[in-house]
């Protein structure tokens, strides 16, 4: 069985922190993505890497920043928490190549800002 | 911006009955088009999708149909049951691309 697992299921920071948010896959996958799901919004991608130390903007960037320094693991980055950023966030994985690939995705990290 | 959009946000079905989700797309380069079903406190998982050269697709008591003229795809799912009760997502991606455009979302409550 594919497993996505996430650092933290729930987290709460304070305005201003800098926050990590860690994924880590464990079926050899090349992609990496990060989401965040808000009610009424759907999933919107924030950033996608397919290679170690390779990544790309997704629809929602502004205000985070990623890391992949190893295959299996993909970090996300709040550098100044804000409010806004009061979110579920969820990370999935694929295999690269091929012409439509599953994406598998962890149980998500609820993070609140206070 | 490529967009998917679903409606209804949240749907209430009698147990036994028809749930239907409905989306539409702008992008007609859009060549596959899942389904991702996603319980409380879970991530979403695949449940079923189709490609544009079928108008329907049936896995047990859950079906997509496609209308690529009018560029809408819904997912209907038959004799509804509580344990139906889930987030659902309709997303859509081209060949290739490796990267999914979701819609919205539809909060689906069966009642017993």
């Known amino acids: 069985d594919v497993k996505v697992t996430q650092s933290s299921r729930y987290l709460v920071k304070r305005t201003g922190e800098k926050v990590f948010l860690e994924c880590v896959q464990d079926m050899d996958h090349e992609n990496m993505f990060w989401y965040r799901q808000d009610p009424g919004l759907g999933l919107r991608l924030i950033y996608f890497?397919?290679?170690?130390?390779?990544?790309e903007k997704g629809d929602i960037p502004e205000g985070y920043s990623v890391s992949r320094e190893k295959k299996e693991r993909f970090s996300l980055i709040l550098e100044s928490a804000s409010t806004n950023q009061t979110s579920m966030y969820l990370c999935?994985?694929?295999?690269?190549?091929?012409?439509?690939?599953?994406?598998?995705f962890g149980p998500g990290t609820r993070l609140t800002v206070l | 911006q490529q967009q998917v959009k679903q409606s209804p946000q949240s749907l209430i079905v009698q147990k036994g009955g028809i749930s239907i989700i409905n989306c539409a797309y702008e992008?007609?380069?859009?060549?596959?088009f899942p389904w991702y079903q996603q319980f409380p406190g879970k991530g979403p998982a695949l449940l079923i999708a189709i490609r544009p050269d079928v108008s329907e697709k049936k896995e047990g008591r859950f079906t997509i149909s496609f209308n690529k003229s009018a560029k809408q795809f819904s997912l209907h799912i038959m004799d509804s049951q509580p344990g139906d009760s889930a987030t659902y997502f309709c997303a859509a991606t081209i060949q290739g691309a490796q990267k999914l455009v979701f819609g919205q979302g539809t909060r689906l409550t069966i009642n017993p």
């Open positions: 890497s397919y290679d170690v130390k390779m990544k």
């Open positions: 999935a994985s694929s295999i690269a190549g091929g012409s439509h690939n599953e994406q598998f």
């Open positions: 992008n007609t380069a859009f060549d596959y």
